[in-house]
T-cell receptor, first 111, second 115 residues
Framework: GDSVTQMEGPVTLSEEAFLTINCTYT??????LFWYVQYPGEGLQLLLK?????DKGSNKGFEATYRKETTSFHLEKGSVQVSDSAVYFC??????????FGAGTRLTVKP | EPEVTQTPSHQVTQMGQEVILRCVPI?????FYWYRQILGQKVEFLVS????????KSEIFDDQFSVERPDGSNFTLKIRSTKLEDSAMYFC?????????????FGPGTRLTVT
């Protein structure tokens, strides 16, 4: 079945460091890809999305490019802040409109 | 901006009791979903609902679970006889269409604690 595999955490970085969280997927057809963020004690918030190959989603300095050839959607940010500390979930939505989530990666940014 | 709401934010119940988790999806949306997240684990799909019937459900969604859209606004998840392992955060989501370009909007979640 359709699935998402993302880099296991936790990830700990210093402020202003470069962030990469790897995500790969397995799906039939042409899924849409998402990154969601969950801040402590809160629900899921959509961070960015890409609906077709080579699309780049971006928001709040984060970006991810839909790579069909490598079935990947890695999340990157050039300079992280303490406020970026959260759990990040990679997800896909398949042609049946069903979402599948990765296991989540906890990011801690230290001042 | 319209949003999905869920009540209660936290529910504590005893093992064996029935619970009903409530969601109000975005008003013009047609597809509704429930997910759960056991503490520290991944978000897992439970069920999707369209046109007053279940369109897909996961292995987790066994006979103790049921969903209902009792009126034009609410979407409920009932757990008939709760177990300790049902303790989790339950997220409701809705989307406008079944097309891949329409995203699902998530509610803030209900934390269910079974004691």
């Amino acid at each position: 079945g359709d699935s998402v595999t993302q880099m296991e955490g936790p990830v700990t970085l210093s402020e202003e460091a470069f962030l990469t969280i790897n995500c790969t997927y397995t799906a039939t057809g042409y899924p849409s890809l998402f990154w969601y963020v969950q801040y402590p004690g809160e629900g899921l918030q959509l961070l960015l999305k890409a609906t077709k190959a080579d699309d780049k989603g971006s928001n709040k300095g984060f970006e991810a490019t839909y790579r069909k050839e490598t079935t990947s959607f890695h999340l990157e940010k050039g300079s992280v802040q303490v406020s970026d500390s959260a759990v990040y979930f990679c997800a896909l939505r398949n042609n049946n409109n069903d979402m599948r989530f990765g296991a989540g990666t906890r990011l801690t940014v230290k001042p | 901006e319209p949003e999905v709401t869920q009540t209660p934010s936290h529910q504590v119940t005893q093992m064996g009791q029935e619970v009903i988790l409530r969601c109000v999806p975005i008003s013009n949306h047609l597809y509704f979903y429930w997910y759960r997240q056991i503490l520290g684990q991944k978000v897992e799909f439970l069920v999707s609902f369209y046109n007053n019937e279940i369109s897909e459900k996961s292995e987790i969604f066994d006979d103790q679970f049921s969903v209902e859209r009792p009126d034009g606004s609410n979407f409920t998840l009932k757990i008939r006889s709760t177990k300790l392992e049902d303790s989790a955060m339950y997220f409701c989501a809705s989307s406008g269409q079944g097309l891949a370009s329409y995203e699902q909007y998530f509610g803030p979640g209900t934390r269910l604690t079974v004691t």
